[in-house]
């Protein structure tokens, strides 16, 4: 399929620069009927003996700001991926005239480049929790270019496991209120991991989409999460998946019959029209920029419809990407 086909105008006003506040009062398109709720609303839309999964992931202070220890050049890195105890992948720049065995400093932690760079991405020597205590910034959105006052509010309610370069942001509208909302409709919640890459925000660059590599992410489904879907299917409850990083968490692991096999380790699923959902009956995401993979995943979920959805929104004034409103999705039949 032609990238093309993901497309849509965007004004760049309508990207959310600031979030909501309070969080649970981000607008809610059903697109269902294509109707106007507020988040808090959500357990309304479904149903008794439904769960609800959401990513427990919580975003790393990995963008270091620091200095070239010969010169005393400044320089801006953010932590990827931890390769082995001290070895990192990190993103750099700017990296020209970088090369291994370049020494660099972040808030007098000191840090080596022991490859690179290939594209701007250097493998890292460096004490990561160190430098993040004393250097270290929450890495927000390249399209975000405001500065939040409270870091935290790029964190979700279910924020505990460190490792990821961007928020779960379908779950950043979560509040105490929505869920004792969904207790009291007997909506389970159960909690995954995905440690969220940079190269979520990367466009699609090629003219079709099957061209693009996806990328590789850490995830875990722990055991009770397994165990609670099975619960769900027994019940003859829904899958209500809260984001895209959920969605490929838990179609990595699909066993059969809407049931997923406890396990942990990387996933380099690219959902694409076609796909065969056999675990997710229904979505909760923000609303994301043209050209992307997360687009593409929306898509291979709802079909067509998905450009109504988004036509809809922009006509209504609804806020868009991380920091904007939601929607809500079943999985096309």
Not at 165 to 176: E, G, M, N, R
Not at 233 to 257: C, F, K, M, P, Y
Not at 288 to 307: D, I, K, N, Q, Y
């Amino acid at each position: 399929m032609l990238t093309s086909e993901f497309d849509y105008h965007l004004p760049p006003e309508r990207i959310a620069q600031i979030p909501i506040e309070p969080r649970h009062t981000a607008r809610l398109l059903d697109t269902r009927d294509l109707s106007d709720r507020s988040f808090l609303e959500l357990p309304e839309l479904l149903q008794p003996g439904d769960l609800v999964v959401v990513n427990r992931t919580r975003v790393r202070a990995a963008r270091l700001q620091g200095h070239k220890t010969d010169t005393g050049g400044q320089i801006e890195a953010l932590l990827l991926r931890r390769l082995s105890d001290n070895s990192w992948q990190a993103a750099v720049r700017p990296s020209r005239r970088l090369r291994p065995g370049t020494n660099l400093n972040f808030g007098n932690t000191p840090a080596v480049i022991e490859d690179g760079p290939h594209n701007g991405i250097v493998t890292l020597r460096i004490d990561a929790d160190a430098a993040m205590a004393s250097a270290g910034e929450v890495p927000l959105p390249p399209y975000i270019h405001t500065t939040l006052v409270d870091p935290d509010r790029y964190q979700t309610m279910f924020a505990q496991e460190p490792g990821s370069a961007a928020a779960s942001t379908a779950a950043l509208h979560f509040t105490p209120e929505v869920t004792t909302r969904l207790q009291e409709r007997q909506i389970e919640i159960a909690e995954v991991i995905l440690h969220i890459g940079l190269d979520t925000f990367r466009p699609i660059a090629g003219d079709a989409i099957q061209d693009h590599q996806i990328h590789t992410e850490e995830f875990e489904v722990p055991e009770e999460a397994a165990r609670t879907i099975k619960e769900c299917r027994q019940r003859q409850g829904r899958v209500i998946a809260i984001g895209t990083t959920v969605v490929r968490t838990l179609e990595t692991v699909a066993s059969g019959d809407g049931l997923v096999t406890a396990e942990r380790g990387d996933t380099e699923l690219y959902i694409t029209p076609g796909f065969e959902f056999t675990v997710v009956d229904g979505l909760v995401t923000n609303f994301h920029l043209p050209r992307t993979t997360l687009l593409v995943l929306l898509a291979s979920l709802m079909g067509g419809s998905w450009r109504d959805a988004y036509q809809t929104a922009l006509e209504r004034g609804y806020r868009f990407a991380s920091f904007g409103d939601a929607m809500y999705a079943e999985r096309r039949q």
